[in-house]
């Protein structure tokens, strides 16, 4: 009985083992087989990153409470943009277009810093008072010299003395602008001077403009003569040409005197680009200088004029066209005309406007009907293209077009210039601080020369015409040399 019971102990046992056996066997069969199937691997990182909670989130998107604080945040950023515009317009004295642009803003009407800016807009143009018209002065200059040096020193050469006479320099130019800006002087654009209507009869009739300035100010007009890099100029120290940069900035080219060329703001044009950028209330609305552009040795800087590319024209070049022209193998007109192009519509871009200095430089005052009229067609049809038509003229030479009856039909001149388009006429005329003359449909205004000669002769007492606009022995150029008699 013992034996069997223990044999049947035996037994349970092995079987037990046997049942255990097959159970684990089952177990690894089924675990090797579900493998296989792809059902139990392990998890990896891929599947481990999908159960993220921060990509759990995202996928839900965010709280309504932080789209509300995001679109305010951009409201906010959209709101002091438009205000930084606003700003710097009013600052150029365009205030209803600063309230104009602040009421395009959504819920400006709520907005208490929007609403304080409307009123202090509104205040300071409502004290504005209208500039006397009849006493804008004007003035103007030539091409800056860079170095004094290359210009004026070597005075056995006869251009020199008129590098000094007619020639201001970059440090003259940027003391006269600094100190007529401090003095509340404003740069106002010459057709803000005018009023164009319309009388009973349908005739035009010119009257003076509306120009509002706080009080204490004072409206000038700039023009810039001869702004066309004449080979005249190589080699006297001033740039040689205008270009554009990718952001539509104006810079010059300025070649060294040991032959390298420079890039940088070496003329009128970038550095009063810059000046209004860094001072907007130095300008009216944004209004820059007239520039006036004979054609003769092309525009800006540019070969742009026909006669460069006319072949049977050569023999009648002059000797610097003709070495320019062989040292410049390539030239090309077109590419010239496209340069010249550039720059001319990125001065316009930035206010700057353009006027006929006649296309040969010439004489007005004694000039004959038949060379007028060609010289007239010669600028309408190589510089107008590029700076567009013009309805102003700047006088070569300072001259007028003859004394005070010249602006009758009775005079050919006037009444072909009248013919072309040009109703502004501008000469030089240094004796008073403004010369404004309203004909009928026409205007006329002096311009006061800002060049080395006048600013000596003030510097050193033998002329007293500038101080007005500034103090000229504070800002003759120390290196520059005396200026000799015209
Ligand atoms: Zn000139």
Known sequence: MRRRKRRRNIQHALLAIGALIVVV???????????????????????????????????????????????EAEREAQK?????????????????????????????DLDEEIQAKITEYETTRDSCVPVNINEVTHIFYHSLVVDPHRAFDDTSDP????????MTTISEFEKITQEMYDRGYVMVGIHDLVEVTTDENGNTV?????????????????????????HSYDGYGFASKLLVDENGNLYNEYIQE??????????????????IEEHPDASYRGAKGIVA????????????????????????????????????????????????QKVADAMKAKGWEFASHTWGHLNVGSLSLERLQTDTQKWRSN?????????????????????????????????????????IFCNVDGSAPYMVYFGEDYLRQGRRNLDGYRIYKNAIGEQDNLSDLFDAAEILDPERPPVPDL
């Open 159 to 166: 251009q020199t003395a008129g590098n000094s006479q007619w």
């Open 383 to 423: 510089v107008e293209p590029i700076v567009g038509a013009t309805d102003v003229i700047i006088f070569a030479h300072g001259q007028d077009l003859g004394p005070w009856g010249a602006y009758s039909e009775d005079n050919a001149n006037y009444k072909y210039l009248r013919e072309q388009g040009y109703t």
């Open 25 to 71: 066997a089952v177990i690894v069969g089924v675990k090797l087989i579900l493998e296989k199937k792809g059902i139990m691997e392990e998890p990896d990182d891929s599947v481990a990153a999908n159960t993220d909670p921060v990509q759990k989130e995202e996928e839900d998107g965010p709280t309504e409470e932080e789209l509300a604080a995001q679109a």
């Open 293 to 340: 552009l004979t054609g003769y040795n092309g525009i800006l800087g540019y070969r742009t004029d026909s006669s460069y590319a006319d072949p049977a024209a050569y023999d009648g070049l002059d000797a610097d066209k003709k070495q320019w022209l062989r040292d410049h193998p390539d030239f090309s007109l077109e590419e010239e005309r496209a340069g010249a």
């Open 206 to 230: 010119y009257e003076p403009g509306t120009i509002l300035l706080p009080p204490g100010k004072k409206a000038f007009v700039l023009s810039l003569d001869d702004l066309c890099y004449y």
């Open 80 to 108: 002091q943009e438009v205000m930084g515009q606003a700003e710097r317009l009013a600052l150029s004295y365009d205030y209803d277009a600063a309230i104009e642009l602040l009421k395009t803003l959504e819920g400006y």
């Open 258 to 275: 040991d032959g390298t060329t420079v890039t940088g703001d070496f003329d009128v044009v970038p550095l009063m680009d810059k000046f």
